[in-house]
């Protein structure tokens, strides 16, 4: 049931990461941050889609909590939340940026008008190099930057980027929207300051399945068993595994999966002038009138 499960998917995920909005999470750490979002998502019928993201401020993407991450938010943090939600492998993929310091709201502001402007753009058919232009536009009127090297992307089953991009700055070329496809949005926003440009950082925490290719190792190859059988080709977290498996082990044997090319880890994506970045995302799915956004606040 493809559209019913990107639909359900779609409001777990929305439901969640309203709740996530409206919560103080000042003096928490990442790893509570992180273990209570998934429980919410689970706790509603889905399954994580991959590890939910807390990026905290020049990070624009891609950091989860390690096992029992002591790092804490503070009221100065603007952190970056990004979760997803998955039914049958049909994926709901959606963000929102909190921030306790006002002196950052605007930041914060221009990554939602951003994603509210594509949204009203959107139907089948439209171009989505004219939807990084709207992005690209609207940020630039508040007085900020879009992040160039960031975009959305179409979703498949099992597949967050299922090959698509969705930009957030006007580009020649690209493909236009088609009825049906899934596709999340994203708007990535920075300072006058910063350059509009991520690069890739030294941590690692987000892995995901490269090849079932066994290593010659058995306990590695269990490994690679349990990855495939949990989480199939969708990205996971260290945490997910230190639950079945020692956490000292378990980094060893994911190393070897690494060395291998079975297991591919990702980096994660800092501003190039260290400024702090905003973020939010949508999920949805193209029609001929316009969109069904899969993961709006109900
Ligand atoms: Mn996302
Ligand atoms: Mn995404």
Redesign the pocket.
Known sequence: MQNEDYIKAGSIAGEVREMVRGKNWVGKTVYEICEEIEGEIKKRGAKCA?PV?TSINEIA?HYTAEPNDPIVIKDTDLVKI???AQINGYIA???VTVCYDPQFDGLVQAAEEALGNAMSMIKAGVKASDIGRTIETTIKQLGFKPIANLSGHSLDQYT?HAGKSIPNIWSIGGFSLSENSVY?C?PFVTTENGGGFVRNGQIKNIFALNSRKKTKNEEADKLLDFIWNNFNMLPFALRWITKECEEKKARELLEILIKKKAVQAYPVLIEINEQRVA?A?HTFIPNQEGATITTKAS
Request: hydrophobic share 45%; charged share 30%; no cysteine.
């Open positions: 991959f993201n993407a990004d979760l997803g993929d959606t963000a967050i999340a994203e973020q995302e």
